[in-house]
C-alpha cells in the first residue's frame, strides 16, 4: 500500500483518539511519519498510539486552553526540534437550538471548533518553520460549515470560520513554502454521530436511510467512514500536494452535488 513517502516527517495529528483523527493517523503513520496523537483523552489517545502500527506517540492537549497548547508544543519541541505536518482535527459537536443558544455556550463551542485550530496553528509556527521538510497544515472543517442545517449555528459558524482561515493562512504562509488546505467530511460514521439518545447512528435513523441513502441525496448511498477521509488527508500532506494551497475538499459521498 506505501512506499512510506513521509519517512522522516514529524505529524501532529490533534484530537486524534479515535475517529478521523485516528484514521488519519494511522495513514500517516503507515506512509511513514512520526505521528504524534493530541487529545484531551490522554487514555485514550495512549491506547491508540499502541493500537497503530509504526512511530506513533500520545499527547495530552485541551485546544481550548493557551496554556495546555504551550505545553503541547515544548514537548513537540523537546523530543522532535520540529513539525512537518500540522492536522488541526480536535472539535466537539453541538446540536443547540437557536432559542436555547446562550452566548457563554455560543463562545465555549467556538473557542474549541474555532480558536483551537487558530491557537494550535500559532504555537506551532515556529517548529512548523524549522526543518528543510515539506510543510503541510491540514485543517478538518465540515460540510456543515459551507451549508445550513438545523440546530446547529455554533458548530457550522466554526466550521464555516476554518473554511476561510484555511484559505486566509494559505496565503500568509505560501511566501514561506508552507502549504494550507482543508477537507470538509460530510456524513461520517464516528461517536459524532451518534444519537443522542444512544440509540444509534443517525445513519441508521430510518429519515436518513430513506432520504439520503433511498433516494439518493448522497449519491454513493453509504455514509462515510474515517478511512474515506485519510486518504484525501494523505494526499494533502503529501509531497504531490506541493502546488495546491487554500483548497476546501468536501469528502462527503457527492452530497454536495445534489440539492
Same mark, same amino acid.
Given at each position: 500500500?506505501?512506499?512510506?513517502?513521509?519517512?522522516?516527517?514529524?505529524?501532529?495529528?490533534?484530537?486524534?483518539?479515535?475517529?478521523?483523527? &485516528?484514521?488519519?493517523?494511522?495513514?500517516?503513520?503507515?506512509?511513514?511519519?512520526?505521528?504524534?496523537?493530541?487529545?484531551?483523552?490522554?487514555?485514550?489517545?495512549?491506547?491508540?498510539?499502541?493500537?497503530?502500527?509504526?512511530?506513533?506517540?500520545?499527547?495530552?492537549?485541551?485546544?481550548?486552553?493557551?496554556?495546555?497548547?504551550?505545553?503541547?508544543?515544548?514537548?513537540?519541541?523537546?523530543?522532535?526540534?520540529?513539525?512537518?505536518?500540522?492536522?488541526? @482535527?480536535?472539535?466537539?459537536?453541538?446540536?443547540?437550538?437557536?432559542?436555547?443558544?446562550?452566548?457563554?455556550?455560543?463562545?465555549?463551542?467556538?473557542?474549541?471548533?474555532?480558536?483551537?485550530?487558530?491557537?494550535?496553528?500559532?504555537?506551532?509556527?515556529?517548529?512548523?518553520? &524549522?526543518?528543510?521538510?515539506?510543510?503541510?497544515?491540514?485543517?478538518?472543517?465540515?460540510?456543515?460549515?459551507?451549508?445550513?442545517?438545523?440546530?446547529?449555528?455554533?458548530?457550522?459558524?466554526?466550521?464555516?470560520?476554518?473554511? @476561510?482561515?484555511?484559505?486566509?493562512?494559505?496565503?500568509?504562509?505560501?511566501?514561506?513554502?508552507?502549504?494550507?488546505?482543508?477537507?470538509?467530511?460530510?456524513?461520517?460514521?464516528?461517536?459524532?454521530? &451518534?444519537?443522542?439518545?444512544?440509540?444509534?447512528?443517525?445513519?441508521?435513523?430510518?429519515?436518513?436511510?430513506?432520504?439520503?441513502?433511498?433516494?439518493?441525496?448522497?449519491?454513493?448511498?453509504?455514509?462515510?467512514?474515517?478511512?474515506?477521509?485519510?486518504?484525501?488527508?494523505?494526499?494533502?500532506?503529501?509531497?504531490?500536494?506541493?502546488?495546491?494551497?487554500?483548497?476546501?475538499?468536501?469528502?462527503?459521498?457527492?452530497?454536495?452535488?445534489?440539492?
Amino acid at each position: 500500500m506505501t512506499d512510506r513517502t513521509l519517512a522522516g516527517r514529524v505529524a501532529l495529528v490533534t484530537g486524534a483518539a479515535r475517529g478521523i483523527g &485516528k484514521a488519519i493517523a494511522a495513514r500517516l503513520a503507515a506512509e511513514g511519519a512520526s505521528v504524534l496523537i493530541a487529545d484531551i483523552r490522554q487514555d485514550l489517545a495512549e491506547a491508540s498510539a499502541a493500537e497503530l502500527t509504526g512511530d506513533v506517540s500520545a499527547l495530552a492537549v485541551d485546544i481550548g486552553s493557551d496554556a495546555s497548547v504551550a505545553a503541547m508544543c515544548d514537548s513537540i519541541a523537546e523530543a522532535h526540534g520540529r513539525c512537518d505536518i500540522l492536522v488541526n @482535527n480536535a472539535s466537539i459537536l453541538d446540536a443547540t437550538g437557536f432559542d436555547a443558544l446562550t452566548m457563554d455556550h455560543y463562545l465555549d463551542v467556538m473557542n474549541i471548533n474555532q480558536h483551537g485550530a487558530i491557537r494550535v496553528t500559532r504555537a506551532m509556527l515556529d517548529l512548523l518553520r &524549522k526543518g528543510e521538510a515539506p510543510k503541510r497544515v491540514l485543517n478538518i472543517a465540515s460540510i456543515m460549515g459551507m451549508r445550513g442545517s438545523v440546530d446547529a449555528i455554533p458548530y457550522s459558524t466554526a466550521k464555516g470560520a476554518i473554511v @476561510n482561515f484555511t484559505r486566509a493562512l494559505a496565503c500568509d504562509l505560501a511566501p514561506e513554502g508552507i502549504v494550507v488546505n482543508a477537507i470538509a467530511p460530510g456524513f461520517i460514521d464516528t461517536d459524532m454521530a &451518534k444519537l443522542p439518545d444512544g440509540s444509534g447512528h443517525e445513519h441508521q435513523t430510518d429519515w436518513f436511510q430513506d432520504i439520503y441513502l433511498k433516494y439518493g441525496r448522497i449519491p454513493l448511498r453509504r455514509a462515510g467512514l474515517p478511512e474515506d477521509i485519510a486518504g484525501p488527508a494523505y494526499f494533502f500532506c503529501s509531497d504531490d500536494c506541493r502546488y495546491v494551497t487554500g483548497q476546501i475538499m468536501l469528502v462527503d459521498g457527492g452530497v454536495s452535488a445534489t440539492f
